[in-house]
Protein backbone atom coordinates (compact mmCIF):
# COMPACT_ATOMS: atom_id res chain seq x y z
CA UNK A 1 0.00 0.00 0.00
CA UNK A 2 1.44 3.25 -0.57
CA UNK A 3 1.01 6.13 1.47
CA UNK A 4 0.85 9.83 0.62
CA UNK A 5 4.44 10.89 -0.14
CA UNK A 6 5.99 7.30 -2.04
CA UNK A 7 6.27 7.70 -5.76
CA UNK A 8 5.92 5.15 -8.01
CA UNK A 9 9.77 4.18 -9.41
CA UNK A 10 10.04 5.67 -13.06
CA UNK A 11 10.02 2.87 -15.95
CA UNK A 12 13.08 2.37 -18.01
CA UNK A 13 10.93 4.06 -20.88
CA UNK A 14 10.85 7.25 -19.06
CA UNK A 15 14.55 7.48 -17.47
CA UNK A 16 15.71 6.89 -21.03
CA UNK A 17 13.50 9.40 -22.49
CA UNK A 18 14.55 11.85 -19.93
CA UNK A 19 18.28 11.25 -20.69
CA UNK A 20 17.56 11.87 -24.15
CA UNK A 21 15.73 15.01 -23.59
CA UNK A 22 18.55 16.21 -20.95
CA UNK A 23 21.15 15.82 -23.37
CA UNK A 24 19.59 17.49 -26.54
CA UNK A 25 20.39 20.12 -28.58
CA UNK A 26 18.86 23.40 -28.08
CA UNK A 27 15.96 22.86 -30.69
CA UNK A 28 16.01 19.55 -30.65
CA UNK A 29 13.97 18.74 -26.82
CA UNK A 30 10.62 18.55 -28.59
CA UNK A 31 11.52 15.69 -31.09
CA UNK A 32 13.83 14.12 -28.44
CA UNK A 33 10.73 14.26 -25.64
CA UNK A 34 8.90 12.57 -28.12
CA UNK A 35 11.19 9.52 -29.08
CA UNK A 36 10.54 6.55 -28.16
CA UNK A 37 12.68 4.87 -25.37
CA UNK A 38 15.41 2.57 -26.74
CA UNK A 39 13.97 -1.00 -25.98
CA UNK A 40 16.34 -3.73 -24.31
CA UNK A 41 17.88 -4.91 -28.13
CA UNK A 42 18.90 -1.19 -28.45
CA UNK A 43 20.37 -0.41 -25.47
CA UNK A 44 22.11 -3.85 -25.73
CA UNK A 45 23.40 -2.58 -29.70
CA UNK A 46 24.52 1.24 -28.25
CA UNK A 47 26.35 -0.12 -25.17
CA UNK A 48 28.49 -2.67 -27.36
CA UNK A 49 28.79 0.11 -30.24
CA UNK A 50 30.31 2.69 -27.29
CA UNK A 51 31.98 0.42 -25.42
CA UNK A 52 34.58 -0.18 -28.49
CA UNK A 53 34.26 3.83 -29.28
CA UNK A 54 35.66 4.12 -25.76
CA UNK A 55 38.16 1.29 -25.65
CA UNK A 56 41.31 3.16 -26.83
CA UNK A 57 40.24 5.94 -25.15
CA UNK A 58 40.13 4.82 -21.70
CA UNK A 59 43.15 2.22 -21.85
CA UNK A 60 44.70 5.64 -23.10
CA UNK A 61 43.11 7.03 -19.57
CA UNK A 62 44.78 4.40 -17.51
CA UNK A 63 48.48 5.91 -19.46
CA UNK A 64 47.22 9.63 -18.95
CA UNK A 65 46.23 8.84 -15.05
CA UNK A 66 49.32 6.92 -13.66
CA UNK A 67 51.60 9.13 -15.33
CA UNK A 68 49.97 12.58 -15.16
CA UNK A 69 48.08 12.19 -10.98
CA UNK A 70 48.96 8.91 -9.40
CA UNK A 71 52.15 10.00 -7.64
CA UNK A 72 52.85 6.77 -6.30
CA UNK A 73 53.30 5.02 -10.01
CA UNK A 74 56.75 4.64 -10.73
CA UNK A 75 56.59 5.69 -14.10
CA UNK A 76 54.50 8.94 -12.84
CA UNK A 77 55.62 12.15 -15.31
CA UNK A 78 55.07 15.00 -12.60
CA UNK A 79 51.76 17.17 -14.24
CA UNK A 80 51.48 18.39 -17.64
CA UNK A 81 53.56 20.25 -20.13
CA UNK A 82 56.68 19.25 -18.57
CA UNK A 83 59.00 15.87 -20.37
CA UNK A 84 60.07 13.18 -18.23
CA UNK A 85 62.95 10.86 -19.64
CA UNK A 86 64.87 7.67 -19.38
CA UNK A 87 68.67 6.83 -19.87
CA UNK A 88 67.59 3.27 -20.79
CA UNK A 89 65.49 0.55 -22.45
CA UNK A 90 62.15 -0.36 -20.83
CA UNK A 91 63.01 -4.00 -18.86
CA UNK A 92 60.53 -6.33 -17.12
CA UNK A 93 59.63 -3.60 -13.95
CA UNK A 94 58.23 -1.10 -16.47
CA UNK A 95 54.71 -0.96 -16.66
CA UNK A 96 53.61 2.16 -18.09
CA UNK A 97 52.22 0.34 -20.84
CA UNK A 98 51.81 -2.91 -22.50
CA UNK A 99 54.27 -4.22 -24.95
CA UNK A 100 56.62 -1.39 -24.38
CA UNK A 101 59.20 -1.31 -26.76
CA UNK A 102 62.70 -2.40 -25.37
CA UNK A 103 64.65 -0.55 -28.46
CA UNK A 104 65.04 2.86 -27.89
CA UNK A 105 64.76 4.64 -24.23
CA UNK A 106 61.30 7.06 -23.68
CA UNK A 107 60.56 10.46 -22.62
CA UNK A 108 57.03 11.31 -21.92
CA UNK A 109 54.68 14.08 -21.38
CA UNK A 110 51.68 15.14 -21.16
CA UNK A 111 50.09 18.57 -22.88
CA UNK A 112 47.46 20.44 -21.02
CA UNK A 113 46.22 22.88 -24.47
CA UNK A 114 43.49 24.52 -22.60
CA UNK A 115 44.16 27.66 -21.77
CA UNK A 116 47.04 27.86 -24.38
CA UNK A 117 49.25 26.30 -27.19
CA UNK A 118 52.62 24.82 -26.04
CA UNK A 119 55.28 25.22 -28.52
CA UNK A 120 58.02 22.32 -28.76
CA UNK A 121 61.27 23.31 -29.43
CA UNK A 122 63.83 20.52 -31.01
CA UNK A 123 67.34 20.54 -31.35
CA UNK A 124 69.40 19.68 -34.49
CA UNK A 125 70.01 15.86 -34.30
CA UNK A 126 73.09 14.57 -36.56
CA UNK A 127 72.94 11.52 -38.08
CA UNK A 128 73.02 8.55 -37.81
CA UNK A 129 70.90 8.97 -34.40
CA UNK A 130 67.47 8.13 -34.81
CA UNK A 131 64.48 10.27 -32.64
CA UNK A 132 60.86 10.29 -33.04
CA UNK A 133 58.36 12.45 -31.58
CA UNK A 134 54.88 10.66 -31.26
CA UNK A 135 52.00 12.71 -30.36
CA UNK A 136 48.86 11.02 -29.42
CA UNK A 137 45.37 12.58 -28.62
CA UNK A 138 42.83 11.21 -26.20
CA UNK A 139 41.62 8.87 -28.66
CA UNK A 140 44.99 7.34 -29.07
CA UNK A 141 44.89 9.07 -32.68
CA UNK A 142 48.91 9.77 -33.89
CA UNK A 143 47.64 13.19 -35.04
CA UNK A 144 51.24 14.78 -35.20
CA UNK A 145 54.95 13.11 -36.21
CA UNK A 146 58.25 15.27 -35.60
CA UNK A 147 61.71 13.58 -35.47
CA UNK A 148 63.81 11.90 -38.18
CA UNK A 149 61.38 10.46 -40.70
CA UNK A 150 58.84 13.26 -40.21
CA UNK A 151 61.11 16.83 -39.45
CA UNK A 152 63.88 16.19 -40.39
CA UNK A 153 66.82 16.14 -38.87
CA UNK A 154 67.27 19.82 -38.17
CA UNK A 155 66.45 22.07 -35.32
CA UNK A 156 62.22 23.24 -35.08
CA UNK A 157 59.68 25.20 -33.35
CA UNK A 158 56.61 23.31 -33.35
CA UNK A 159 53.37 25.24 -32.12
CA UNK A 160 50.55 22.18 -30.75
CA UNK A 161 47.48 23.83 -30.27
CA UNK A 162 43.86 22.19 -28.21
CA UNK A 163 40.13 22.29 -30.87
CA UNK A 164 39.25 25.24 -28.96
CA UNK A 165 42.36 27.76 -29.71
CA UNK A 166 41.55 30.81 -32.15
CA UNK A 167 44.74 32.82 -31.47
CA UNK A 168 47.82 34.00 -33.60
CA UNK A 169 50.70 32.43 -34.61
CA UNK A 170 53.35 33.95 -33.66
CA UNK A 171 56.69 33.85 -35.60
CA UNK A 172 59.29 31.65 -35.38
CA UNK A 173 57.04 28.70 -35.97
CA UNK A 174 58.32 26.18 -37.84
CA UNK A 175 55.11 24.45 -38.23
CA UNK A 176 51.59 24.30 -36.22
CA UNK A 177 49.63 20.93 -34.95
CA UNK A 178 46.33 20.97 -34.47
CA UNK A 179 45.07 18.36 -31.35
CA UNK A 180 41.01 17.42 -31.81
CA UNK A 181 41.72 17.17 -27.34
CA UNK A 182 42.43 19.04 -25.06
CA UNK A 183 44.85 16.68 -23.89
CA UNK A 184 47.82 15.47 -25.87
CA UNK A 185 50.44 12.94 -24.87
CA UNK A 186 54.15 12.00 -26.40
CA UNK A 187 55.89 8.90 -26.76
CA UNK A 188 59.09 10.01 -28.03
CA UNK A 189 61.92 7.72 -29.01
CA UNK A 190 65.48 8.05 -29.07
CA UNK A 191 67.90 5.83 -30.05
CA UNK A 192 70.87 4.49 -27.61
CA UNK A 193 73.82 2.93 -29.07
CA UNK A 194 75.28 0.78 -25.63
CA UNK A 195 76.00 2.19 -21.99
CA UNK A 196 78.16 4.48 -23.20
CA UNK A 197 76.18 6.44 -25.03
CA UNK A 198 73.66 7.28 -21.79
CA UNK A 199 75.95 10.90 -21.57
CA UNK A 200 75.11 11.72 -25.07
CA UNK A 201 71.73 10.61 -25.42
CA UNK A 202 70.91 12.79 -21.87
CA UNK A 203 72.35 15.37 -23.34
CA UNK A 204 70.48 15.61 -26.37
CA UNK A 205 66.87 14.61 -24.44
CA UNK A 206 67.45 17.79 -22.01
CA UNK A 207 67.26 19.65 -25.23
CA UNK A 208 63.53 18.53 -26.20
CA UNK A 209 61.85 21.77 -24.56
CA UNK A 210 58.52 22.65 -24.02
CA UNK A 211 57.82 26.07 -23.81
CA UNK A 212 53.65 27.75 -22.93
CA UNK A 213 53.15 29.96 -25.93
CA UNK A 214 53.29 33.12 -23.67
CA UNK A 215 56.13 32.61 -22.20
CA UNK A 216 57.52 31.71 -26.12
CA UNK A 217 56.14 35.21 -26.84
CA UNK A 218 56.92 37.15 -23.73
CA UNK A 219 53.41 38.13 -22.97
CA UNK A 220 51.22 37.69 -20.03
CA UNK A 221 49.61 33.97 -19.11
CA UNK A 222 46.30 33.73 -19.72
CA UNK A 223 43.98 32.68 -17.10
CA UNK A 224 44.74 29.06 -15.91
CA UNK A 225 42.27 26.15 -16.88
CA UNK A 226 40.04 24.93 -14.03
CA UNK A 227 41.48 22.32 -11.98
CA UNK A 228 39.94 18.53 -13.24
CA UNK A 229 38.85 16.08 -10.78
CA UNK A 230 40.05 12.85 -12.49
CA UNK A 231 38.73 9.06 -11.24
CA UNK A 232 41.22 6.55 -10.01
CA UNK A 233 41.94 4.18 -12.74
CA UNK A 234 40.44 1.18 -12.04
CA UNK A 235 40.30 -1.77 -15.02
CA UNK A 236 38.04 -3.89 -13.93
CA UNK A 237 35.13 -1.09 -13.91
CA UNK A 238 36.95 0.40 -16.44
CA UNK A 239 36.02 -2.36 -18.94
CA UNK A 240 32.33 -3.57 -17.54
CA UNK A 241 29.83 -1.15 -17.11
CA UNK A 242 31.67 1.58 -15.51
CA UNK A 243 33.04 2.58 -18.90
CA UNK A 244 30.23 4.93 -19.36
CA UNK A 245 31.66 6.93 -16.09
CA UNK A 246 34.65 7.19 -17.51
CA UNK A 247 33.67 8.28 -21.19
CA UNK A 248 31.63 10.33 -18.91
CA UNK A 249 34.76 11.83 -17.57
CA UNK A 250 36.64 11.96 -20.83
CA UNK A 251 34.16 13.83 -23.17
CA UNK A 252 34.49 16.85 -22.08
CA UNK A 253 38.17 17.31 -23.38
CA UNK A 254 37.03 15.49 -26.78
CA UNK A 255 34.79 18.05 -28.29
CA UNK A 256 32.62 16.19 -30.75
CA UNK A 257 33.65 15.86 -34.52
CA UNK A 258 30.89 16.23 -37.19
CA UNK A 259 31.28 13.01 -38.29
CA UNK A 260 30.20 11.44 -35.21
CA UNK A 261 27.29 13.75 -34.03
CA UNK A 262 24.63 10.89 -34.94
CA UNK A 263 26.80 8.28 -32.81
CA UNK A 264 27.34 10.41 -29.73
CA UNK A 265 23.43 11.32 -30.23
CA UNK A 266 22.66 7.36 -30.19
CA UNK A 267 25.29 7.20 -27.06
CA UNK A 268 22.75 9.73 -25.02
CA UNK A 269 20.07 6.98 -25.06
CA UNK A 270 21.88 4.93 -22.73
CA UNK A 271 23.65 8.26 -20.27
CA UNK A 272 26.33 8.95 -21.66
CA UNK A 273 27.23 12.64 -22.59
CA UNK A 274 30.19 15.16 -20.99
CA UNK A 275 30.68 15.48 -17.89
CA UNK A 276 27.40 13.82 -17.30
CA UNK A 277 26.81 11.70 -13.58
CA UNK A 278 26.42 7.79 -14.31
CA UNK A 279 25.78 5.10 -11.11
CA UNK A 280 24.54 1.76 -12.49
CA UNK A 281 22.99 0.97 -9.24
CA UNK A 282 20.42 3.55 -9.84
CA UNK A 283 19.44 1.29 -13.22
CA UNK A 284 16.60 -0.92 -13.68
CA UNK A 285 17.67 -4.39 -13.27
CA UNK A 286 16.64 -4.48 -17.24
CA UNK A 287 18.65 -1.81 -18.45
CA UNK A 288 21.74 -2.84 -16.84
CA UNK A 289 21.57 -6.66 -18.39
CA UNK A 290 21.04 -5.28 -21.48
CA UNK A 291 24.29 -2.55 -21.09
CA UNK A 292 26.10 -5.26 -19.47
CA UNK A 293 24.99 -7.82 -22.69
CA UNK A 294 26.29 -5.28 -24.79
CA UNK A 295 29.63 -4.79 -23.17
CA UNK A 296 30.14 -8.38 -22.93
CA UNK A 297 29.43 -8.52 -26.68
CA UNK A 298 31.38 -6.08 -27.45
CA UNK A 299 34.42 -7.77 -25.45
CA UNK A 300 34.50 -10.98 -26.84
CA UNK A 301 33.90 -10.05 -30.53
CA UNK A 302 36.75 -7.41 -30.01
CA UNK A 303 39.29 -9.76 -28.58
CA UNK A 304 38.60 -12.44 -31.04
CA UNK A 305 39.27 -10.11 -33.87
CA UNK A 306 42.32 -8.65 -32.04
CA UNK A 307 43.84 -12.21 -31.56
CA UNK A 308 43.81 -13.49 -35.18
CA UNK A 309 45.90 -10.47 -36.68
CA UNK A 310 49.51 -11.08 -37.65
CA UNK A 311 50.60 -7.49 -38.30
CA UNK A 312 49.41 -3.80 -37.31
CA UNK A 313 49.01 -2.47 -40.30
CA UNK A 314 46.37 -0.49 -39.89
CA UNK A 315 46.12 -0.32 -36.33
CA UNK A 316 47.99 3.16 -35.50
CA UNK A 317 47.77 6.44 -37.52
CA UNK A 318 45.47 9.51 -37.69
CA UNK A 319 42.01 9.22 -37.61
CA UNK A 320 41.72 9.41 -41.46
CA UNK A 321 44.55 6.67 -41.40
CA UNK A 322 42.45 4.31 -39.56
CA UNK A 323 40.10 4.31 -42.20
CA UNK A 324 35.92 3.93 -42.15
CA UNK A 325 36.38 1.20 -39.98
CA UNK A 326 38.40 3.17 -37.59
CA UNK A 327 36.84 2.49 -33.87
CA UNK A 328 37.26 -1.42 -34.49
CA UNK A 329 40.71 -0.90 -35.24
CA UNK A 330 42.15 1.39 -33.18
CA UNK A 331 40.96 -0.74 -30.21
CA UNK A 332 42.62 -3.49 -31.78
CA UNK A 333 45.75 -1.60 -31.43
CA UNK A 334 45.15 -0.38 -27.49
CA UNK A 335 44.25 -4.07 -27.01
CA UNK A 336 47.54 -5.71 -28.60
CA UNK A 337 49.78 -2.51 -28.06
CA UNK A 338 48.75 1.08 -27.34
CA UNK A 339 50.83 3.69 -28.59
CA UNK A 340 51.78 1.91 -31.60
CA UNK A 341 53.52 4.14 -34.33
CA UNK A 342 52.02 4.98 -37.64
CA UNK A 343 53.27 2.62 -40.43
CA UNK A 344 55.22 4.61 -41.96
CA UNK A 345 57.53 5.17 -38.75
CA UNK A 346 57.49 1.62 -37.69
CA UNK A 347 55.97 -1.38 -39.08
CA UNK A 348 55.01 -4.60 -36.27
CA UNK A 349 54.30 -7.60 -37.02
CA UNK A 350 53.48 -10.37 -34.80
CA UNK A 351 52.69 -14.01 -33.41
CA UNK A 352 50.55 -15.20 -30.85
CA UNK A 353 50.06 -19.01 -32.27
CA UNK A 354 52.46 -21.95 -33.48
CA UNK A 355 51.58 -23.82 -36.65
CA UNK A 356 48.85 -26.00 -34.63
CA UNK A 357 46.53 -22.69 -33.92
CA UNK A 358 47.64 -23.09 -29.96
CA UNK A 359 49.17 -19.98 -27.96
CA UNK A 360 52.78 -20.35 -27.95
CA UNK A 361 54.20 -21.55 -24.69
CA UNK A 362 57.87 -21.36 -23.89
CA UNK A 363 58.20 -24.78 -22.58
CA UNK A 364 58.46 -25.60 -25.93
CA UNK A 365 61.27 -25.00 -28.34
CA UNK A 366 61.16 -22.51 -31.56
CA UNK A 367 62.67 -21.23 -34.07
CA UNK A 368 62.20 -18.02 -36.22
CA UNK A 369 64.23 -18.25 -39.42
CA UNK A 370 64.84 -15.80 -41.90
CA UNK A 371 66.25 -17.12 -45.22
CA UNK A 372 69.19 -15.65 -46.98
CA UNK A 373 68.34 -12.19 -48.31
CA UNK A 374 65.21 -11.86 -46.39
CA UNK A 375 66.06 -9.91 -43.23
CA UNK A 376 63.38 -7.23 -42.09
CA UNK A 377 63.67 -4.51 -44.87
CA UNK A 378 64.64 -0.74 -42.61
CA UNK A 379 66.03 2.08 -43.25
CA UNK A 380 66.96 2.31 -39.33
CA UNK A 381 66.77 -0.96 -37.33
CA UNK A 382 64.88 -3.97 -36.37
CA UNK A 383 64.40 -5.79 -33.49
CA UNK A 384 62.15 -9.29 -32.48
CA UNK A 385 61.25 -8.45 -28.16
CA UNK A 386 59.66 -11.13 -26.26
CA UNK A 387 56.04 -10.80 -24.33
CA UNK A 388 54.55 -12.66 -21.67
CA UNK A 389 51.07 -13.66 -21.85
CA UNK A 390 48.46 -12.55 -20.76
CA UNK A 391 50.36 -9.66 -19.32
CA UNK A 392 52.00 -8.06 -22.67
CA UNK A 393 55.05 -7.38 -20.92
CA UNK A 394 58.59 -7.29 -21.21
CA UNK A 395 60.21 -11.37 -19.57
CA UNK A 396 63.02 -11.35 -16.64
CA UNK A 397 65.74 -13.97 -17.80
CA UNK A 398 68.93 -14.63 -16.85
CA UNK A 399 70.73 -13.31 -19.57
CA UNK A 400 68.62 -10.20 -19.23
CA UNK A 401 67.97 -9.97 -23.37
CA UNK A 402 64.51 -8.76 -23.55
CA UNK A 403 64.63 -8.32 -27.47
CA UNK A 404 66.75 -9.15 -30.20
CA UNK A 405 68.00 -7.70 -33.66
CA UNK A 406 70.58 -6.52 -36.13
CA UNK A 407 71.59 -4.58 -33.37
CA UNK A 408 72.51 -7.56 -31.16
CA UNK A 409 76.17 -8.39 -30.50
CA UNK A 410 77.35 -11.49 -31.66
CA UNK A 411 74.19 -12.28 -33.54
CA UNK A 412 75.62 -15.20 -35.45
CA UNK A 413 74.30 -15.57 -39.44
CA UNK A 414 74.10 -19.55 -40.73
CA UNK A 415 76.61 -20.60 -43.58
CA UNK A 416 74.02 -19.52 -46.62
CA UNK A 417 73.17 -16.18 -45.05
CA UNK A 418 70.30 -17.27 -42.94
CA UNK A 419 69.31 -16.18 -39.38
CA UNK A 420 67.46 -18.24 -36.71
CA UNK A 421 66.79 -16.88 -33.73
CA UNK A 422 65.46 -19.39 -30.95
CA UNK A 423 62.70 -18.57 -28.88
CA UNK A 424 62.16 -20.69 -26.01
CA UNK A 425 62.09 -20.79 -22.05
CA UNK A 426 65.38 -23.05 -21.50
CA UNK A 427 68.97 -21.97 -22.75
CA UNK A 428 69.68 -23.49 -26.31
CA UNK A 429 73.15 -24.20 -25.53
CA UNK A 430 76.39 -22.63 -25.99
CA UNK A 431 76.39 -23.23 -29.75
CA UNK A 432 72.60 -20.86 -30.06
CA UNK A 433 72.87 -18.86 -27.20
CA UNK A 434 74.05 -16.52 -29.29
CA UNK A 435 70.60 -16.03 -31.22
CA UNK A 436 68.55 -16.76 -28.14
CA UNK A 437 65.36 -14.72 -27.01
CA UNK A 438 64.24 -16.00 -23.84
CA UNK A 439 60.44 -16.68 -22.87
CA UNK A 440 58.55 -16.99 -19.94
CA UNK A 441 58.10 -21.26 -18.84
CA UNK A 442 54.01 -20.47 -19.99
CA UNK A 443 52.27 -18.74 -22.70
CA UNK A 444 54.11 -15.93 -24.59
CA UNK A 445 53.89 -13.87 -28.14
CA UNK A 446 56.48 -11.68 -29.25
CA UNK A 447 56.54 -8.53 -31.89
CA UNK A 448 59.08 -8.12 -34.66
CA UNK A 449 59.84 -4.14 -34.66
CA UNK A 450 60.53 -2.50 -38.44
CA UNK A 451 61.89 0.98 -37.90
CA UNK A 452 61.94 2.64 -41.13
CA UNK A 453 60.09 -0.11 -42.88
CA UNK A 454 60.94 -1.17 -46.68
CA UNK A 455 58.16 -0.90 -49.17
CA UNK A 456 58.00 -4.77 -49.60
CA UNK A 457 56.73 -4.47 -45.90
CA UNK A 458 54.36 -1.59 -46.09
CA UNK A 459 52.88 -3.59 -49.49
CA UNK A 460 53.24 -7.26 -47.58
CA UNK A 461 55.90 -8.25 -50.15
CA UNK A 462 57.80 -8.95 -47.23
CA UNK A 463 56.25 -11.25 -44.08
CA UNK A 464 58.12 -12.42 -40.95
CA UNK A 465 58.79 -15.99 -41.39
CA UNK A 466 56.32 -18.23 -39.46
CA UNK A 467 57.60 -19.45 -35.97
CA UNK A 468 58.60 -23.22 -36.51
CA UNK A 469 58.43 -25.41 -33.26
CA UNK A 470 62.10 -27.40 -33.29
CA UNK A 471 62.11 -31.08 -32.17
Known amino acids: MKTSNQRPPRSLGLILALMAVASAAPGTALAASVAPAPTPAEVKAIAAEAWLYAYAPLQGYQTFWNQTQNKAFPGYVGGFNRFRHYSRSAAPADTDIVTPNNDTPYSWTWLDLRAEPIVLKLPAVPAPRYYVNQWVDLYTHNFAYTGVRSTGRGAGTYLFA????????????TKVFRAETDFVGSLTRTQLNGPGDIPALQALQAKYQLIPLSSFEGTKPPKPAPPVNWPAWDTAKAEGIGFIGYLNALLPFM???????????RFTRIGIGPGRPFDPKQLTPA???AIEAGVAAAATNLRTKALAQSSSKGFFGSREELGPDY???RAMGAMLGIYGNSSAEAFYASQQTGPDGKVLDGRRQWVLRFPAGQLPPVSEFWSITMYS????LLVANPINRYSIGDRTEGLKLG?????????????PGPKKVSNWLPAP???FFFV????????????????????????
Do not use: C, F
Not at 162 to 171: A, D, F, I, L, Y
Not at 450 to 460: D, F, M, N, T, V
Open 162 to 173: GPRWQGSVPKGI
Open 255 to 265: PTVPSEREMMT
Open 287 to 289: TRS
Open 327 to 329: LTY
Open 389 to 392: LPQR
Open 415 to 427: ADGSLEIYLQHEN
Open 441 to 443: AGP
Open 448 to 471: GRLYGPGQSALSGQWQLPALQERP
